[in-house]
């Protein structure tokens, strides 16, 4: 929790990590810490798709590239994104995101925060079901992550 004249601190390699198969998430900020989003670090090697497509209807959702090469698509727009690249994905729009080869790091900014918590809950699923539209779909009413065609 954040409290009024203390800084709030995540030191490097601390913070809750998820594995999600695919990549590996980390909380640095989570919504129930801030009252108000969420950050989330996510790295991994591997190429092709993180996520499914997918929108939310009740939040933003931003990303900015630490490092790699990665595919956004927003919408029906093809956002190539590499070091220093910062993506805006607004409210009730589909997206997905798709590493290049040597996989990546990036942040993610969720505003309101609460999403954490379902890559919290894909990573005690099956390995890569942040890639399984089923297992999104089985959760997906909670968090407010809806998976699309």
Same mark, same amino acid.
């Given at each position: 929790m954040i409290?009024?004249?203390?800084a709030y601190v995540v030191t490097s390699g601390n913070g809750r990590t998820v594995d999600l198969g695919?990549?590996?998430?980390?909380?640095?900020?989570?919504? !129930?810490?801030?009252?108000a989003f969420a950050l989330t670090e996510f790295w991994g090697t591997a190429e092709g798709a993180w996520t499914v497509?997918?929108?939310?209807?009740?939040?933003?959702?931003?990303?900015?590239?630490? !490092?790699?090469?990665?595919t956004f698509t927003v919408g029906d727009e093809a956002v190539e994104a590499n070091q220093g690249t910062y993506i805006l994905v607004p409210r009730d729009t589909a997206h997905t995101i798709t590493a290049a080869p040597g996989g990546g790091r990036f942040?993610?900014?969720?505003?309101?925060?609460?999403?954490?918590?379902?890559?919290?809950?894909?990573?005690?699923?099956?390995?890569?079901a942040i890639r399984d539209p089923a297992a999104r779909a089985a959760i997906s009413s909670r968090? !407010?992550?809806?998976?699309v065609n």
């Open positions: 409290l009024p004249g203390h695919v990549a590996r998430m980390r909380v640095l900020a989570s919504g !129930d810490a801030t009252n497509p997918h929108l939310h209807r009740g939040f933003e959702e931003s990303f900015y590239v630490l !490092d790699g090469r990665f942040l993610t900014l969720m505003v309101p925060g609460g999403l954490e918590e379902m890559f919290i809950e894909l990573g005690e699923m099956a390995p890569n968090y !407010d992550s809806i998976p």
